[in-house]
């Protein structure tokens, strides 16, 4: 399935159905009066978060939603029956954006929530409504009111406990194939991985969710390489996994420049918990990893670990680690849907 985080699409909600215009007319009964129903009220658009979807890929094939109107109402008091609901169902942590591209109006972070986003209109009166000691024989009907319509961005920022971070050819997608189930696409050259990869890995009974994220390079925030596209989704990440090419001669300037990365896209990133990783320490003398992690912890101020995710060495230490700052309980049991209203008006207030 192919990956993809952000759409356009445009929804609408249902037009209400129109008031009838009717009288009564039966053998025998000379002034029968007006008997028109009411409308029925249109159909509501709702996004609703579901767990079975990570990807935006369906809505790039379709892009207009629209409810169904309510039935005009008939004669003998028939209202028209409701349309009905339309439910697009999104991927968890799903944003629903204004069409300004800056407003949040949803933020879908757990299964089952749902958000009306447009309203259906409501229904038409009939002429019965109408009916006044002086006017009998009302021949006015009201038209249905219309729905509501609006462009929506869709911005899908997948949820992981673990951000996995570092330049091309750091060794993110080896590590995150080494640790889970997860099988990325794994080669000698940079930008390998085109777009996030998910994996879930145990540790000491704990389970937790890593995010392989690809494209931090130099200027990522100013649009070069892959850009500042995917660094959304370490935006919900409780911590970073940063993994450094222990092959690369100077292992201090890889360290610094995704730092500054992550701290010119958004400031309160760099004050995320960070457990540093020199990677590929299988192909260094223990005097190389000695002077380079030596190197790495002075520059970083933190801890740093040895390890070598194709050989498996070192990573159950860091991910120990790493995993004393997740939080989130991935286990929850499910709560009661609730649905939330964008808002709430009445054409007839």
């Not at 462009?151 to 080896?174: C, E, F």
């Not at 690369?248 to 995704?258: F, G, L, R």
Request: hydrophobic share 35%; proline share 5%.
């Amino acid at each position: 399935m192919k990956f993809l985080d952000q759409a356009k699409i445009f929804v609408k909600s249902g037009d209400g159905g129109r008031g009838c215009v009717s009288f009564r007319r039966e053998k025998y009964i000379e002034f029968g009066g007006p008997n028109g129903g009411d409308g029925g009220k249109g159909g509501s658009v709702i996004f609703e978060a579901v767990e079975n979807l990570n990807t935006l890929i369906d809505f790039r094939y379709q892009q207009h939603f629209k409810a169904p109107r309510g039935q005009h109402g008939m004669g003998s008091e028939m209202a028209g029956a409701k349309g009905e609901d339309l439910i697009i169902k999104v991927p968890v942590g799903t944003e629903i954006v204004a069409d300004d591209g800056q407003t949040v109006l949803a933020d879908m972070l757990t299964p089952g929530r749902r958000f009306l986003i447009a309203k259906g209109g409501d229904g038409g009166r009939g002429n019965t409504r109408f009916k006044t000691s002086t006017n009998q024989a009302p021949r006015y009907a009201e038209p249905g009111w219309p729905g509501e319509e609006m462009w929506v961005w869709l911005r899908l920022k997948i949820i992981a406990d673990v951000g996995l971070i570092g330049l091309p050819n750091a060794g993110k997608s080896t590590f995150l194939s080494s640790v889970t189930r997860a099988r990325p696409k794994i080669a000698d050259y940079p930008f390998t991985t085109m777009h996030p990869h998910l994996g879930v890995a145990w540790v000491d009974t704990r389970e937790i969710v890593i995010a392989d994220i690809p494209g931090l390079i130099e200027g990522a925030h100013e649009g070069v390489g892959l850009g500042d596209r995917f660094l959304k989704h370490v935006e919900r990440c409780a911590a970073f996994l940063h993994l450094i090419d222990g092959t690369a001669e100077d292992v201090v300037t890889p360290y610094k420049t995704i730092r500054t990365e992550l701290e010119l896209y958004k400031d309160d990133l760099v004050n995320k918990p960070e457990v540093i990783a020199l990677n590929k320490c299988d192909s260094l003398t223990d005097d190389e990893i000695k002077q380079k992690v030596k190197e790495l912890e002075k520059a970083s101020g933190h801890k740093v670990y040895a390890i070598s995710a194709i050989a498996k060495q070192g990573v159950v230490d860091c991910l120990r680690d790493v995993a004393q700052f997740v939080t989130r309980n991935l286990r929850q049991p499910e709560e009661e849907t609730e649905l939330e209203v964008k808002k709430s008006w009445s054409p007839l207030d």
